[in-house]
């Protein structure tokens, strides 16, 4: 990463914290401090990965962060959480170019009086989402971040037990490389992933999630984050996967 860094010099290194495609999380401690070494900003998806996983925005030095609120927070679509870091808002004030209207952050940042001026117009909100988001952190609020943490920590480990159990196998082998939030399981030899899926949700009204990109066929994806990160769910899933793998390998030519 370092070679290419200084190789490359670009202005901003985007990275996902926790990616939903291969069930992996990625390690951010000490990215932040090399980006600047090398005059580059550190830009961080943390849309699967918020609530579950431990993030430390400032301690990371990471300068921009977007994230979602359908996922670890609990709460519906279509908003999004943006985080700048004092540096990144330093480079947005000194570009040197004007982004579209509805892409400009500075807009944006002006509509939310981040920075102590008179607000600004930018686009109509919708009430009801901010509302639910802020029902949703007032929760995490309550139960406090690292009980957050730990809890998923402690459901998916759980979980871990219980796919072992069924003889089943992990797309990641390594469990410190796996995301908390969503697990991505590989199926036995001439089980069909589509049928697998559909089982699941036609007999057991549990909705689970094929592969997709370079997963697509090698693994099923498992979420359990949120305000459903509990042992209960835990077991339901692995419940109804052992019935489903006992009635669909009957169909097995």
């Known amino acids: 990463m370092e070679s290419l860094l200084e190789k490359i010099r670009p202005a901003a290194l985007y990275i996902t914290h926790g990616d939903s495609s291969t069930g992996s999380v ?61 540096r990144a808002q330093e480079v947005m004030k000194n570009r040197n170019f004007k982004p579209p209207f509805y892409l400009d952050i500075e807009l944006l940042a002006a509509q939310w009086n981040c920075f102590g001026n008179t607000r600004q117009y930018h686009h109509t909100l919708s009430p009801p989402l901010l509302w639910a988001l802020r029902s949703c952190l007032k929760e995490i609020s309550k139960e406090t971040l690292p009980k957050v943490w730990a809890r998923h920590a402690r459901n998916t480990a759980h979980f871990y037990k219980r796919i072992e159990e069924l003889s089943l196998e992990f797309l990641i082998p390594n469990s410190e490389e796996r995301l908390v939030t969503v697990t991505t399981v590989v199926l036995p030899k001439d089980y069909d992933y589509v049928e697998f899926v559909h089982y699941m949700r036609n007999k057991h009204n549990i909705l689970i999630s094929l592969g997709v990109g370079p997963t697509a066929g090698k693994a099923v994806r498992i979420g359990i984050m949120g305000f459903n990160s509990t042992i209960q769910v835990a077991d339901a899933i692995a419940d109804a996967m052992a019935d489903t793998l006992i009635a669909l390998k009957k169909s097995l030519p």
Do not use: N, R
């Open 26 to 86: 990625q390690k951010i401690e000490g990215l932040g401090a090399l980006c600047h070494k090398y005059g580059a900003m550190l830009l961080v998806d943390t849309v699967v990965s918020l609530g579950g996983e431990p993030f430390f925005m400032d301690e990371w030095g990471v300068d921009g962060v977007c994230s979602s609120t359908q996922k670890g927070l609990s709460g519906p679509a279509g908003i999004s959480p943006v985080a700048l870091s004092k």
